[in-house]
Structure formats: structure tokens, C-alpha cells
């Protein structure tokens, strides 16, 4: 599967941003998704899972109840509405996939990634 995730941009502190990650080649069905964000120098962090059928979602503490992660398997496209942002937020974000069916927070774990977009949020 191929997956090109869009939507980056900069914002004010406070506002928002909807991020997309379109897959081609395999059905999107087939795996569970993942969003992280990597800042320079740092590790790629965990953001927010979605499971195949979209009924389990997990995130990260620091996210939790500003973003929501969701899919359109119709569409092979999932999405990160990222709301009440805050310059800590500032990273690059990369949508990933796995094949099994667990909502894992590990980058390791998903095996296909797409290039990362820009998100900028300043205070």
C-alpha cells in the first residue's frame, strides 16, 4: 500500500487543521492506521490509531481530546482533525499502517509509512 498524507500548513495557536492520508494498492480495509509526528532531533511520537473497522481508537495523552483520528474505507482515506492546537504540536506528521488488528502506539509495528507534512503552529 501507498499512502501520501496532506494537509499541513501553518496555524495560530488555538486553531485547527485537518490532515489526510490517502492509501492506493491494497484495500485500506485490510489495516489499522496510524498517525505520529516526529520534531528535528527528537524520536517519532505516537499520536492517535484507528482500528480496520474504525471502532477502536486510541491517543496519545498530550492529544487527547483536542484530535480525533477517523477513516472513510469508501474514500481509502483516513484523517486527523487536529483542534485547540498549540506550538508544541509543531512537527512533521506521517500516517502509517499495519496489517494487524491492534491500535499499537509503536512506530515499529506499522510497516508501511507515508512522506510526513508539515504542520506549524505558532504562539
Known amino acids: 500500500v501507498q499512502l501520501q498524507a496532506c494537509g499541513g500548513g501553518l496555524v495560530q495557536a488555538g486553531g485547527s487543521l485537518r490532515l489526510s492520508c490517502a492509501a492506493s494498492g491494497r484495500a485500506f480495509s485490510s489495516y489499522t492506521m496510524g498517525w505520529f509526528r516526529q520534531e528535528p532531533g527528537k524520536e517519532r511520537e505516537f499520536v492517535a490509531a484507528i482500528t480496520r473497522s474504525g471502532v477502536t481508537t486510541r491517543y496519545a495523552d498530550s492529544v487527547k481530546g483536542r484530535f480525533t483520528v477517523s477513516r472513510d474505507s469508501a474514500k481509502n482515506t483516513g484523517y486527523l482533525q487536529m483542534n485547540s492546537l498549540k506550538p508544541e504540536d509543531t512537527a512533521v506528521y506521517y500516517c502509517?499502517?499495519?496489517?494487524?488488528?491492534?491500535?499499537?502506539?509503536?512506530?515499529?509495528?506499522?510497516?508501511?509509512w507515508g512522506l510526513g507534512t508539515q504542520v506549524t503552529v505558532s504562539s
Open positions: 502509517a499502517v499495519k496489517t494487524s488488528a491492534y491500535a499499537s502506539t509503536m512506530y515499529s509495528d506499522y510497516g508501511s
